[in-house]
C-alpha cells in the first residue's frame, strides 16, 4: 500500500508570473500611453491606405460595368394559374379552411395561402402532400 506513513507537505512558496504582452496588447491605447509617460521610444508607421476604402473599391468598375450591361431577367418560378385554381378547388370541395389543408399536410397556413396567390415558389415535395391530403392529381396532364 503506496502512501501509507506520515503525511508531509510543501510549504515551499509558488510563485506566478504574467506572461509578458504580446503584440496586439503593446499597440494598445494604455499601452501606448504608459510607454510615453515613462519616456520610452515609441515608433509609428503609417499605412499606406489606412483611413481609405480604396482597396475595396478599386475592382468595382469591371463589376459595375458588367451588372449595368446585363440584360437578362432573373425572376423566381411562381406557382402556375390551374395549379392554385385547382388546389383552391379541391380545397373547397373537401370543405376544408386553409389552415386546416395546412395542418394536414403540416405546413403553415401562410405556406397555404402564398400556393393560392400564386405567390410561393413550388416545391413538388409540398405539391405531392397537397394532392395526398386533398386526394386529386395537381401535377402532370389530367
Known amino acids: 500500500m503506496a502512501g501509507v506513513g506520515p503525511i508531509s507537505q510543501d510549504w515551499e512558496p509558488v510563485v ?11 499597440k494598445d491605447e494604455k499601452a ?11 515608433e509609428t508607421v503609417r499605412k499606406a491606405n489606412a483611413g481609405t476604402n480604396r482597396a475595396a473599391s ?9 451588372l449595368d450591361e446585363e440584360t437578362e431577367n432573373l425572376a423566381h418560378d411562381r406557382v402556375p394559374t390551374e395549379l392554385k ?26 405556406i397555404i395561402q402564398e400556393y393560392e396567390s400564386g405567390k ?18 395537381l401535377r402532370g396532364k389530367k
Open 32 to 42: 501606448v500611453n504608459a510607454a510615453r509617460r515613462a519616456g520610452a521610444e515609441i
Open 85 to 110: 385554381k385547382a388546389i383552391m378547388q379541391a380545397r373547397m370541395d373537401k370543405k376544408l379552411t386553409q389552415s386546416q389543408l395546412a395542418q394536414l399536410v403540416n405546413e403553415k397556413p401562410q
Open 16 to 26: 506566478i508570473r504574467k506572461k509578458a504582452p504580446n503584440a496586439a496588447a503593446k
Open 120 to 137: 410561393a415558389i413550388p416545391n413538388q415535395q409540398l405539391i405531392v402532400k397537397l394532392e395526398r391530403a386533398l386526394g386529386v392529381k
Open 58 to 66: 478599386s475592382s468595382t468598375t469591371l463589376n459595375t460595368r458588367k
